[in-house]
Structures are given as C-alpha cells and as structure tokens.
C-alpha cells in the first residue's frame, strides 16, 4: 500500500538556519504530494503542494520539488524564523484522486532565537 | 482559500457522557468530509469518511456505534462520541475537500477539538 516516511523530530535550528525535512513516499503511478504544516494547539494548514513530477510547491518561502525518479518531496526554507516551529506533515493522495490523504508521521521543528 | 471551522475547540466532559462535535464549511459545499483523530506526538488516524445524505464510512478498527457522523446538509458534519471515556480523549480534526480538489485530494482542516474525558 502507499505510505510516506518523513525523518524524525524534533529538529532544532537557529534562526535564519536553512531548513531540510525529508520525506520520501512510496505509491504506485503518480500521487499528489502535500506539505502541511500544524501549529500548536491547532489543525493542519496546507502549506503547499505539487501534483506531478518536476514540479514545485512553494509558499511562505518554503520549497519542496516532486521527485519521481528518488520519490521524495523533501521540504526547504533557506532561513527559519521562530514563527516557523510548529509540527509538518508530508502527505500523498493516489493516483487518480480519491478520499483518503496518506500522513507520514510528522516532524516537530522548534526554531530558537 | 477555503475554511472549515470545528465547534467546539475544547470540551471536557465526565465518564460515560457523550460529546457533539461540528464541522462546518464556511464558504463551500463539502459532500464529503473526514474525520481524524490525532494522538498526542503522532501522526493523524482516519476515523471515517462522511458521506452527505449517506451513512458514513469508517475505517476498519473504528466503532461505529461509539463514534457516530451525520453529515445532514453540505456544510455541516458532526461526530457524536457517545458513552465517551478516558481512552476516548484526543484531539478529533475534521477536513473537506473542495470540489476542485477531487483530483488532486487536497484537504482543508478544521482547527481541531481537544476532548478530555475526567
């Protein structure tokens, strides 16, 4: 079946550190790939998306390209701000659409002054 | 872009109660919305799937019976934990997916309601 594997938290950066948190999926064809992103206390939030190969999502200067070819979806910020801590979550829907998104298990990122 | 809002956002309740949670989207029509649970550190479990004007569709290893959806109008969904324990308490998120997201699956989330069962 399809799952999405994201590295582990928490991580801790400074601020202004460049931010990397991988995520790599396995699914048959071409999924839809997400990014979203929950701070505390609260639900998710798209932070952005691609929905086929060689694409990039980007939004609120974070980056992530579809990779086919390495089937990941790594999430980047070249410079993390303390507002950025919160819990992100990659994510993938099958090909062909459908009602069901597939969750990794969500890497925590706490940025400090 | 397009909101969904829970009511409420937090609830405590005594043993062997139960709890109405909404779901509702603002300014779409949401035939189909979804229910999550979330467990303190971990990733977000399906519950069920909320049909409009259908029974809901749960996934395997959800009690149907304790977590009931009702889905009576576009815009409103709710899940009623009945007979609600402390094993019961969690943090439940609701999600729809505008029409154009059918293909690509793209969810919108409610806020979230933390439950806690005394």
């Known amino acids: 079946g399809d799952s999405v594997t994201q590295m582990e938290g928490p991580v801790t950066l400074s601020e202004e550190a460049f931010l990397t948190i991988n995520c790599t999926y396995t699914?048959?064809?071409?999924?839809?790939l997400f990014w979203y992103v929950q701070y505390p206390g609260e639900g998710l939030q798209l932070l952005l998306k691609?929905?086929?190969?060689?694409d990039k999502g980007s939004n609120k200067g974070f980056e992530a390209t579809y990779r086919k070819e390495t089937t990941s979806f790594h999430l980047e910020k070249g410079s993390v701000q303390v507002s950025d801590s919160a819990v992100y979550f990659c994510a993938l829907n099958p090909t062909g659409g459908g009602n069901k998104l597939t969750f990794g298990t969500g890497t925590q990122l706490k940025v400090e002054l | 872009g397009a909101v969904v809002s829970q009511h409420p956002s937090w609830v405590i309740c005594k043993s062997g109660t139960s709890v109405k949670i909404e779901c509702r989207s603002l300014?779409?029509?949401?035939?189909?919305m979804f229910w999550y649970r979330q467990f303190p550190k971990q990733s977000l479990m399906l519950m069920a799937t909320s049909n409009e004007g259908s029974k809901a569709t749960y996934e395997q290893g959800v009690e149907k019976d304790k977590f009931l959806i009702n889905h009576a109008s576009l815009t409103l969904s709710t899940l009623t934990v009945t007979s609600a324990h402390p094993e019961d308490s969690s943090f439940y998120i609701c999600?729809?997916?505008?029409?154009?997201?059918?293909?690509?699956?793209?969810?919108?989330f409610g806020e979230g309601s933390r439950l806690t069962v005394l």
């Open positions: 691609a929905t086929k190969a060689d």
């Open positions: 999600s729809a997916r505008i029409p154009s997201g059918r293909t690509t699956g793209e969810l919108f």
């Open positions: 699914a048959t064809g071409y999924p839809s």
């Open positions: 300014d779409f029509q949401a035939t189909t």
